[in-house]
């Protein structure tokens, strides 16, 4: 099972519940698909397990074969290839290694060759691990390297995906697949424009989806709005709260926030147990079926309270 997390704004609060999510206990893999500036390692501060470079397909050409023709340039939907009366000019990082120029090539003068477009990473913190993907400076899409990431993790249990911002093409490679998909907002107009925009790709993609209102408050009502119009539920809310910033400050964030209301700790890893998990967000917990969502404290406020679920 793949639940993704996702917003059309950056800055929702989107890494913080992705690993909210996570440290309710695994076995599962946490995706930082974020890979133009991943983050999730810097608050789970996982153990280092091995990186390997993120490779696409990029032809290569044997111009003493080639005749000139210019299929394989015409045959570039991505305006990568040029053929010249001296050979080929290949602009790396406008190809999309679709392999056409390759197969339109009737002389067999084009082989496949590679070019590294980013690191794949992985991190361990209990029995939680985490892929990062980290893309080139330069390179303009992430997207092979989003596939690429969620491959290694097609097989796993339960999959967490931390998407990008956005509703760009790098969004939609991060939650394509998935099995539900956890909108994050906030209670303003631009929360609100881009929530609009961010389920409309999600409603397009045919998954189911919840919202989750961050920074909740009193303009909660914009948000609650438009999920009404669209029959989306609001799983849950994190309050405006400056202790959860602070704890968010303090890194070790999802610890913090994983204190139940009686003052107990639970482990860091797998926090919740016995009497606290009474209070758990049925919402959310419905989404990891038999896991233990601990989840943070303020949602277990008001869930308790009848405002939160
Ligand atoms: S299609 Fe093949 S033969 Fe024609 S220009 Fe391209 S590489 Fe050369
Ligand atoms: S692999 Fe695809 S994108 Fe790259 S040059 Fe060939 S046709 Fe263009």
Redesign the pocket.
Known sequence: MQIAITSGKGGTGKTTVALGLALTGGPLTLIDADVEEPNCQVLLAGEPMGKEPAKVMVPT?AED?????????RACRFNALV?GNRG?LLFPELCHGCGA?QL????G??REGEREIGVISRFARGDIRLLEGRLNVGETSGVPLIRQLKRKAVKEDLAIVDSPPGTSCNMVAAVAGANYCLLLTEPTLFGRHDLEAALTVVEALGIPKGVVINRSGDGDGLIEEICRQRGVPVLARIPHDGKLAEAYAEKPSVRAGCRYPGGAEPDPVRCGSGDQRQHRPQGLQSLVGQRDPGLYRFWDDRGRSGGGI
Do not use: E, L
Not at 65 to 73: N, P, Y
Not at 104 to 107: E, I, L, N, S
């Open positions: 050409f074969a080639c005749a000139r023709c210019g299929h394989c340039a053929v080929h120029c339109v090539c009737k002389h003068a084009i």
